[in-house]
């Protein structure tokens, strides 16, 4: 079966930096996304990598490494507002997405 | 202002009652979507489009249908509805000519089954 790990929720301070893992089992793969997701709100595109490497953008950055079926977010200089949920999705070899549960990220002062 | 957006926001429904969940978007999109959210669950795609007079299933399709007359709209039926049904729906949409483009999500739709 396709299988998304993310660890369900992680703490962290303000100013902090934060890393949010995701591994992935999937039939196939045609690129990894990231999305962050408000309480109550709307899912919101963060990122999207299809080779291996780190994609940085701003204060947020992405990590895919296929061979290990493996990505991580990478938060820097983390703010309040940045309190929310963030979602890991592959895309499979029939490009459906497939997603994770989401890791609720807390952010303390 | 250019999106997508979903009706209505939230909705208390009698069991064996029929409900349609509205979705528009005005992006010009060809794919559209439905997702249902539930706690400790994935988004769980439920039906799919890729483009306007097609559908296709999804992974939770069951006690749902959709259609696509036209390239704006994709509404989500219950035929009747149970209280399993209880979930956030979300609507999505993006260009199906290009698999890494974003989707974009409406609102969601707070459906409780009773």
């Known amino acids: 079966g396709q299988n998304i790990d993310q660890p369900t929720e992680m703490t962290a301070t303000e100013g902090a930096i934060v890393q949010i893992n995701c591994t992935y089992q999937?039939?196939?793969?045609?690129?990894l996304f990231w999305y962050q997701q408000h309480a109550g709100e709307a899912p919101t595109f963060l990122s999207y990598?299809?080779l291996d490497g780190l994609e940085e953008k701003g204060r947020f950055s992405s990590f895919l490494s296929r061979s290990k079926g493996y990505s991580y977010l990478l938060l820097k200089e983390l703010q309040m507002k940045d309190s929310a949920s963030y979602l890991c999705?592959?895309?499979?070899?029939?490009?459906?997405?497939?997603w994770g549960a989401g890791t609720k990220l807390i952010i303390k002062p | 202002i250019a999106g997508i957006t979903q009706a209505p926001t939230s909705q208390i429904l009698a069991a064996g009652r029929r409900m349609t969940l509205r979705c528009t978007q005005d992006m010009r999109h060809n794919a559209m979507y439905w997702y249902r959210q539930d706690l400790g669950l994935g988004l769980r795609l439920i039906h799919y489009s890729n483009t306007a007079g097609t559908t296709g299933k999804g992974e939770v399709p069951d006690g749902y249908s959709v259609s696509r007359a036209n390239t704006d709209d994709f509404p989500l039926t219950l035929a009747s509805a149970v209280p399993s049904q209880t979930s956030v729906y979300f609507c999505?949409?993006?260009?199906?000519?290009?698999?890494?483009?974003?989707?974009?999500f409406g609102q969601g739709t707070r459906l409780t089954v009773v």
């Open positions: 990598n299809v």
């Open positions: 999705a592959v895309l499979d070899s029939n490009y459906q997405l497939i």
């Open positions: 999505a949409s993006s260009d199906s000519g290009d698999p890494s483009t974003e989707a974009f």
């Open positions: 999937t039939s196939g793969f045609n690129g």
